[in-house]
């Protein structure tokens, strides 16, 4: 058995300078180990020769290389010998990463989409309390990541409060940012974090506001939010008691007759909110104010029976923005795009296709969710030729703000909203179209309509071509 030694569980450079040495060397995937030691440099109990520079001349594509960079920071005990057994198995089957149905590729697909939901996660739920030190005040904050994502994910939060001093501290390491430069120090535990501050009240408050007992779901809501993370959120404490009084909330609210508004300001903001949106000439500045401006539009009816307008998100500088049909029943009530069963579809293929979805801007040809009840569900209903060309605007207006240079709609519709034509998709597929302002659009299938396909066979197949119209889109940018 051969060994590598690495400097610690997250050192992909350690692990790929070993990983490539030992298979440079003949060592199958069973007869090498790696582990994690102090001052490790890829040393091996027997004496195994590192490539000079020029013996180091095999390659692997690079969408396995930016897959194993999450699969690392995956907590399982065996995600090493996976990716080693990945890299000398590419060897004889160069296009291994393209065969979704094999059982080595789908468990690391697995488990880096486990990585980046945990990711996910830590941005939704680290609570900076407040703190202070020599310097004045810092903001520190407790969290226990599903898996190692703290490297990963300390960028986002100083792109989101660059001018606050701050700590993220978990049991895996710590990230601190003074304003200027983050670093990373060793682990820390509970007992080093503030316990609680003002700021506690304020999420407690917000929480029980947002809180609507009509609409409860306790999967979805525990679905979204993990019960493992509750011990940290400050608003955690309320859920038992909000969730045990629901049903009684729920019929006092239907009980209790409608107030009667305040028609004076009801009949003023109307109109400002109106005239806002429909002023000749207005002209969101940033995507905050189309935010806002969205959930003040009349423009078509969509928007009575919504919860609320779903914008776009992603980074204002996206070089690739992906257009959908309209939210979904999730994205309604979350208020962020392609956060359902779709958008679930769409992450691993575009992880698949190696394309970050961080960096892509994601959005709907329309903001308002169109749906039809059907007992206690609301069903899906596509939205009009008109509902579509009325929502043209906002559509329009992102793409001024963001500028992406690859388009990538996702089914009809959205291919309706964009170039303002009916499309037949199945014949447009996958060839790109200038779009006059310097930007290409690529057509492919919305990731729904891979979720409907009943047969596993074909799913795959047309599973492969979407991550393969994707890919074509990467190739463009
Ligand atoms: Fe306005 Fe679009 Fe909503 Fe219609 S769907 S109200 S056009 S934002």
């Known amino acids: 058995m051969r060994v590598a030694v690495l400097d610690g569980e997250t050192d992909f450079d350690g692990w790929r300078t070993a990983a490539r040495a030992l298979r440079m060397a003949g060592v199958p995937p069973g007869q090498a180990a790696f582990r994690i030691g102090s001052g490790g440099d890829g040393l091996f109990d027997e004496s195994l020769p590192l490539p000079a520079a020029d013996q180091a001349s095999f390659s692997v594509p690079k969408s396995f290389i930016d897959l194993a960079r999450d699969v690392i920071l995956h907590r399982s005990e065996d995600r090493l010998d996976l990716l080693y057994r990945l890299l000398c198995r590419l060897g004889d089957e160069p296009e291994l990463m393209k065969v979704v149905t094999d059982a080595d590729v789908a468990e690391a697909f697995e488990r880096a989409k486990n990585v980046s939901r945990a990711s996910h996660k830590m941005k939704a739920f680290v609570r900076f309390r407040q703190a202070a030190d ?15 994502v703290l490297e990963k994910t300390a960028p986002f939060f100083v792109r989101r409060f660059p001018t606050m001093r701050w700590s993220v501290l978990t049991p895996d390491g710590c990230a601190a940012w003074d304003g200027e430069t983050l670093s990373f120090e060793p682990p820390a535990t509970r007992d080093m974090a503030p316990a609680e501050d003002e700021v506690e009240d304020f999420w407690k408050t917000y929480y029980a506001s ?25 608003e955690a404490a309320l859920i038992p008691e909000l969730v045990a009084q629901a ?26 909110n109106r005239d806002r949106a429909f002023e000749e000439g207005f002209k969101p500045s940033n995507l905050t104010e189309l935010d806002q401006a969205v959930q003040a539009c009349r423009r078509c009816p969509l928007w009575r029976d919504a919860t609320q307008g779903v914008c776009g998100e992603g980074p204002r500088s996206a070089r690739l923005m992906i257009v959908g049909e309209q939210p979904g029943d999730q994205e309604d009530l979350a208020g962020r795009p392609f956060v359902g069963p779709a958008g679930q579809v769409l992450d691993a293929a575009l992880a698949e296709a190696g394309i970050e979805r961080e960096d892509v801007f994601v959005t709907n040809a329309v903001k308002h969710f169109k749906h039809e009840p059907q007992g206690k569900r609301r069903l899906h209903k596509t939205p009009t030729a008109g509902e579509v060309s009325a929502c043209r605007w906002w559509l329009d207006a992102e793409r001024r703000l963001v500028k992406p240079k690859v388009i990538v709609t996702l089914g009809g519709t959205a291919a309706l909203g964009l170039l303002g034509r009916k499309v037949a998709v199945t014949k447009e597929r996958g060839q790109a179209v200038e779009l006059g302002d310097g930007a290409k ?18 799913k795959t197949a047309e599973r492969e071509r979407f991550v393969k119209d994707l890919k074509r889109a990467k190739a463009l940018l």
């Open 134 to 148: 020599d310097n004045g005040e810092r903001w520190v904050a407790w969290f226990e990541p599903a898996h190692r």
């Open 210 to 234: 947002t809180f609507n007992p009509a609409r409860l779901k306790t999967k979805a809501m525990q679905s979204e939010m993990p019960k493992r993370y509750w011990k940290n959120l400050p």
């Open 247 to 272: 049903a009684v909330r729920t019929e006092a609210m239907v009980a209790t007759p409608a107030p009667e508004p305040n028609a004076r300001l009801a009949k003023t903001l109307s109109r400002i």
């Open 441 to 458: 659009a690529l057509l492919t299938v919305h990731p729904s309509y891979l979720l409907r396909i009943p047969d596993e066979a074909g």
